[in-house]
């Protein structure tokens, strides 16, 4: 700004280059607590968010603090005094300054775009870049092609309101998801009713999912643990209760985890809205029509909801 | 409302006319504004009601079907019967008077797109009150849930809803065609384009917009109420319809909506920053041409709202380019403002207390804003309180401070009484502390991975969750001193001179408030850019016999 | 100097008169007939989207649809849209009553097409409810129906306009609005026609 006064006198440039100075530390101080906002890191593709998100967070600082700075600096030092009903000098614009700082922001935003597109390709090798197809009847009934056979899949049914994961290698299901640690794993998103969205904050990742598709899904958990899985895309009455835990553990304990729970005979899962609609038809004044829920999947282990999470 | 009690000196007209069909620009645009700060306190009221369930992590204040009801409905009734209309009011207000119209092109247009406001209103108000309850899929309305349609009958709150919104659209189209007709075919002599002011600008820029926008929601809806009604499967998955489709129909028109609303307020902004900073506009005609390039963007950034929908790579990369893209005409306008105060010779009066604190919420959701637009980072912070934050930060931190500046600075005009500036400042303060204390906190939940649109909540967010609802309960109060300014200085307000703020422009150029005709046959000439602070050049000509005798006027009163 | 006085209340009261500014009316039609556009551009894009990405688009036992007697449509309605600009022509020129004619020409054409319309409707094999196909077909061309008959009523108020002594001062706005929203109306049944008739495979 100061760049549009005519002659510069040093000591101001001094106090202005502090003054930044002071701007970009808190700046890199903030980018570097940003990973504190954040749920702990679960997937591989928790660190390239964050560090995407910390950067943004870095240059977003730094200009919502410049901008601040001339609106305090303003209005301490460029008051009217009182009684003064005088004009301010008319300065109509500046050419130069008008394009520098129209190319400053494009600069800005567009080193922020290269480094997200980046992330979204490196995030795309890695594994979660979904592919969408039409839910395809034949495919239904059990036959992926080849080449898609992932290493580990897992069956996500969503419905109004209760997650499904069933693990057709194993034959087993379940209304908790557990992985393997380090392990990749192929989702395969389908609905049973209305939009639902498959997201865990610990992973850093989303996807909705969306009734007459199977959308494929990858990724790897790295932390062991126990995180939310979450509903993200709203579903109906429910849809705040539908959540399911999703617990990462090591190669050896997932395999007898598989094994134990093959084992298990069929079962009501986890469903908090079937539990709460029946609770509720025992009210007088019950709230307003709604949608009855699914019920309960049958599984072979319903798992828990309750427990105290990482994420 | 008494106006009966004006010291008039000239047959005032009756405060009925508040209540009629009247085709006057000026009477429509106060009772556009009054009307939409009616729903305000509606939504306001259900926003109380919201913020009381999730003070709580359980659902226990209100059953999750009406929470599901009132979360819907606070943002259709803020939407579609708060910030449109008042912004149509504005619209009303400022542009004949300020291009020196007599009034808009087509004034029973004009008087019809009003009265379709408390039609359309008293509808939607009305599916609170039918079988199994309003509209619940928010406003967004997605399928396959806004087609579910519980009890299966044929008048449901979903039914209603749509029908709302398409009557909403039906009166914004009739306002666009009359605001853009009057803003190209009815300017004074010798206004040309880069004579005319920004606000004008801006809201031709927005009218455009609700013009190419909006029948695409108007389409979708459509064929939303035939999927609700008539059994078609448009976006029914059983019957081979995409609920996606349904989705790319509405934000075609909702993203550029967030326009529609903000770009007028850059209007505002860009009037007010002049007037109280005593220094012309800085930069002028690009801030004038940037907001047609916001518009060229606007339409082509639609899809950054359905990222983790399922769509292809290529698509968010680009989408999520253009997104960023549109911050730097945005930023322009930013670093405009700050060249305007830049040594300006500034007054701190209310309207300019809410311009500077809208301009720091402006500034705060630009920022997140970038990070939004980026694909990684929206991926996790999508349908969460993060974009909850970020929304309301644009559209009551940034728009609603912005009509709260404009309507204290033009009350004097069209009311002709002065608002009291204790109450107004308190009101500033009251705002600026809860909006910030409301919405700020929405941003770490977001990060931290609470949903949007939940009635109930995992206990690690009750922190925050307790700020944000403090924050809304302090909101709620800070229209209180708001309302008690309007009302007792409508009625007992000192007079207003013409132009009480020595600000330059053709509206103040007419005695407060104006006539029905504003200038009538006598429209002045254009000589001069806008903005001419400290320039010394007359706007019009014969500018001093034309204040000389409003002066002698307000002397004779 | 001129008085530059604002003059107070008195006045003449604008704004009652009318449809306002006669000579801005054009200008308001136009930029509706842009906006209305969009609507048929959100559905013929809803069509296209939902037939490329069907399983199944046509519904159990229907083939396709008929072309031929939509065809005779289309000429109907592209000749009307000559007709009309033949009208406006004659009335340039004065000739009232030939203009009349021609206008009530178009009128019957307009009149015959959505005549056709309803036959070929009430022969169909499918409803509204016939899947995504049903729906978009008679979406599409009810909506366009609509427009039709739209604009043949407007034609018909045009027709009783030309009756009263000394409209056209004012009327002509009127006239030259229809007979732009009438072409407006051929021009979407085109595309129309090539969308839904001519691009059967798929």
Redesign the interface.
Same mark, same amino acid.
């Given at each position: 700004?100061t760049s %549009?006064t005519p002659r510069l006198r040093p000591l101001p440039l001094i106090g202005l280059a502090l003054w930044v100075g002071l701007l970009v530390l808190v700046s890199v101080w903030m980018s570097q607590q940003s990973y504190r906002?954040?749920?702990v890191q679960a997937s591989t593709?928790a660190p390239?968010?964050d560090g995407?998100?910390s950067f943004?967070?870095g240059v977003?600082?730094f200009?919502?603090l410049a901008?601040?700075s001339?609106?305090a600096w303003?209005?301490l030092m460029? +008051?009217?005094e009182k009684y003064?009903? %005088?004009?301010?000098?008319?300065?109509?614009?500046?050419t130069r300054?008008?394009v520098i700082?129209?190319a400053i922001?494009?600069v800005l935003?567009?080193a922020? !775009?290269i480094?997200?597109?980046r992330?979204?390709t490196t995030?795309?090798v890695l594994g979660p870049?979904?592919h969408?197809h039409?839910r395809?009847p034949l495919e239904q009934q059990g036959g992926y092609p080849g080449d898609r056979l992932p290493p580990e899949s897992v069956e996500v049914i969503a419905r109004q309101w209760s997650w499904e994961f069933r693990y057709p290698n194993s034959g087993v299901s379940s209304t908790e998801l557990h992985l393997a640690v380090d392990q990749p794993v192929t989702f395969r998103l389908v609905s049973e009713?209305?939009?639902h969205?498959f997201?865990i904050?610990?992973f850093?990742?989303? $996807?909705?999912v969306?009734?007459? +598709?199977a959308?494929d899904f990858n990724l790897t958990p790295t932390r062991e643990g126990r995180y939310?899985l979450?509903? %993200? $895309?709203?579903?109906?009455?429910?849809? !705040?209760?539908n $959540?399911a835990d999703v617990v990462v553990e090591s190669g050896p304990d997932h395999l007898s985890w598989l094994k134990q729970a093959a084992g298990q005979p069929l079962q009501s899962g986890i469903s908090d809205a079937v539990q709460?609609y029946a609770e +509720?038809g025992k009210k007088s004044n019950?709230?307003? !029509?709604?949608?009855p829920p699914a019920p309960p999947p049958q599984v072979n282990v319903p798992g828990s909801n309750t427990l105290p999470?990482d !994420? | 409302m008494t106006s009966a009690t004006f010291p008039a000196s000239e047959p005032k007209p009756s405060w009925t006319r508040y209540f009629s069909f009247n085709t006057d620009a000026k009477v429509i645009g106060i009772q556009y504004i009054v009307l939409a700060f009616f729903y305000f306190l509606i939504g306001g009221l259900l926003a109380m009601i919201i913020r009381g369930e999730l003070i709580t992590p359980a659902?226990d204040l209100?059953?999750?079907?009406?929470y599901?009801?009132i979360y819907t409905m606070h943002g259709t009734i803020m939407l579609f019967l708060f910030i449109f209309p008042v912004l149509n009011g504005l619209n009303n207000l400022l542009i004949p008077t300020m291009i020196g119209a007599p009034d808009m092109a087509f004034p029973r247009l004009n008087a019809v797109a009003f009265w379709l406001v408390p039609i359309f209103g008293t509808l939607l108000i009305a599916s609170f009150f039918v079988?199994?309850?309003?509209a619940?899929?928010?406003w967004?309305s997605?399928?396959?849930?806004s087609i579910?349609n @519980?009890?299966g009958h044929l008048v449901s709150?979903q039914g209603l809803w749509l029908t709302a919104v398409a009557l909403s659209g039906v009166s914004s189209i009739m306002g666009a065609v009359n605001f853009v007709t009057t803003i190209i075919r009815m300017r004074a002599p010798g206004m040309g384009w880069f004579r005319m002011p920004v606000f004008c600008w801006t809201a031709l820029a927005a009218q455009t917009l609700q013009l190419i926008g909006l029948p695409a929601l108007t389409g979708g809806a459509v064929m939303l109420l035939f999927d609700l009604v008539a059994g078609t499967s448009f976006y029914r998955?059983?019957g081979g319809?995409?609920?996606?489709l349904y989705q790319h129909f509405f934000w075609f028109y909702s993203h550029p909506a967030v326009y529609v609303i903000i770009l007028p307020v850059f209007g505002i902004f860009s009037e007010l920053f002049p007037v109280y900073?005593?220094?012309?506009?800085?930069?002028?005609?690009?801030v004038a041409l940037a907001s047609f390039i916001i518009v060229g963007l606007g339409l082509v950034v639609w899809v950054h709202h359905m990222f983790?929908?399922?769509v292809a790579?290529w698509m968010?990369?680009l989408f999520?380019?253009t997104t960023?893209?549109i911050?730097?005409p945005t930023?322009?306008k930013?670093?405009?403002w700050?060249?305007t105060?830049?040594?300006?010779?500034?007054?701190?009066t209310t309207p300019m207390l809410f311009c500077?604190g809208g301009?720091?919420n402006f500034?705060?959701a630009g &920022?997140?804003g &970038?990070?939004l637009a980026?694909? @990684?980072?929206d &991926?996790?912070v999508?349908?969460?309180y993060f974009v909850v934050g970020h929304f309301h930060y644009v559209i009551y931190g940034a728009a609603v401070m912005g009509v709260f500046a404009a309507i204290y600075h033009w009350f004097p005009k069209f009311i002709g009484r002065m608002p009291y500036e204790g109450l107004g400042k308190l009101h500033f303060l009251l705002t600026f502390v809860g909006a910030n204390l409301n919405f700020l906190p929405m941003h770490?939940l977001g990060?931290?991975?609470m949903?949007r649109?939940?009635?109930?909540?995992?206990p690690e967010f009750a922190f925050w969750n307790v700020l944000a609802s403090l924050g809304a309960f302090l909101l709620g109060v800070s229209i209180i001193p708001f309302l008690l300014n309007m009302v007792s200085s409508w009625v007992l307000g000192p007079r207003a001179t013409h132009n009480p703020w020595?600000a330059i422009g053709l509206e103040w150029l007419l005695p407060s408030p104006p006539a029905e005709d504003n200038f009538g046959e006598h429209v002045p000439t254009v000589i001069s850019r806008p903005y001419?602070?400290?320039?010394g050049q007359p706007l019009v000509e014969n500018q001093e016999a034309i204040e000389r005798e409003l002066n002698l006027q307000e002397a004779r009163a | 100097m001129t008085s530059t006085t604002p003059p107070s209340g008195s006045l003449a009261p604008h704004g009652e008169g009318g449809e306002g500014h006669a000579n801005h009316s054009l200008t308001g039609f136009v930029i509706f007939l842009c906006s209305e556009s969009v609507i048929f551009l959100a559905f013929f894009s809803g069509f296209a989207v939902l037939k490329t990405?069907a399983?199944n688009w046509l519904p159990a036992g229907v083939e396709g649809l008929e072309w031929r007697m939509p065809l005779i449509n289309t000429i109907v309605l592209v000749s009307s849209s000559g007709t009309i600009w033949l009208a406006e022509v004659l009335k340039a020129q004065g000739r009232l009553w030939g203009f009349r004619a021609l206008w009530l020409l178009t009128m019957a054409l307009g009149a015959y097409f959505l005549y056709g319309q309803a036959v070929e409707w009430s022969g169909l094999a499918f409803g509204f409810t016939s899947g995504t196909f049903g729906g978009t077909f008679y979406l599409l061309t009810g909506f366009h129906g609509l427009h039709v008959a739209t604009g043949v009523l407007l034609m018909a108020l045009m027709l009783v306009k030309s009756f009263l002594s000394g409209n056209y001062d004012g009327g002509e706005e009127g006239v030259q609005a229809t007979s732009l929203f009438w072409h407006f109306v051929d021009v979407i049944w085109i595309i129309l026609f090539v969308l839904i008739y001519v691009w059967q495979r798929h």
């Open positions: 700004m %549009s906002w954040l749920p593709a390239l968010v995407l998100f943004e967070t977003g600082t200009v919502f901008v601040i001339v609106m303003v209005m460029h +008051r009217a003064d009903e %005088s004009d301010a000098e008319p300065i109509e614009g500046n300054l008008e700082w129209t922001p494009f935003v567009m922020i !775009a480094y997200a597109i992330v979204n995030l795309g870049m979904e969408i039409v395809d009713d209305v939009l969205g997201y904050p610990a850093r990742l989303k $996807q909705d969306v009734p007459g +598709r959308i939310r979450r509903d %993200s $895309q709203f579903s109906g009455t429910w849809f !705040a209760a $959540q709460e +509720r019950p709230g307003w !029509a709604t949608v999470h !994420a | 659902a209100v059953d999750r079907t009406v599901n009801g079988p199994g309850g309003p619940y899929s928010g967004w997605y399928p396959p849930v579910q @519980p009890l709150g998955p059983e319809g995409d609920p996606v900073a005593r220094k012309p506009l800085f930069g002028y005609v690009y983790p929908s399922g790579q968010r990369n999520m380019v960023m893209l911050s730097v930023g322009v930013v670093f405009a700050l060249g105060l830049w040594r300006g010779k500034l007054r701190l500077l301009l720091f500034v705060f &920022i997140t &970038i990070m980026t694909v @990684p980072v &991926i996790h999508s349908n969460t770490p990060l931290m991975g949903p649109r939940v009635s109930s909540y995992d020595n001419g602070y400290g320039l | 990405s399983l």
